[in-house]
């Protein structure tokens, strides 16, 4: 269970890091705050999308499995979420 817990800790700072400096940038930033909503958007979504996922371990797939996947498929979001906050 330590270990769902440091996983979710992980997930809710890097996910809120992301969104601080979204924030960050559209106080800096005025000129396209469109974007910016989009990309806030985009990381509250991955939040209520991976946090729950951490619980509730997909049936039929060994647990070892899932936390790998898991973890891929967090890295690849929040690479695609930091580009589009430096793209934005």
Known sequence: MSNRRKLKKAVKSDLGE???DCVALSMVAHDDSEKLQQV???????????????SHVE??????????????DFAAKTAELSLAIVRA
């Open 59 to 72: 049936p039929g797939l060994a647990p070892r499995v899932f936390f790998r996947k898991l973890r891929s």
């Open 40 to 54: 806030l958007a985009d990381v509250t979504d991955a939040y209520h999308d991976f946090v729950p996922r951490i």
């Open 18 to 20: 992301l969104f601080a």
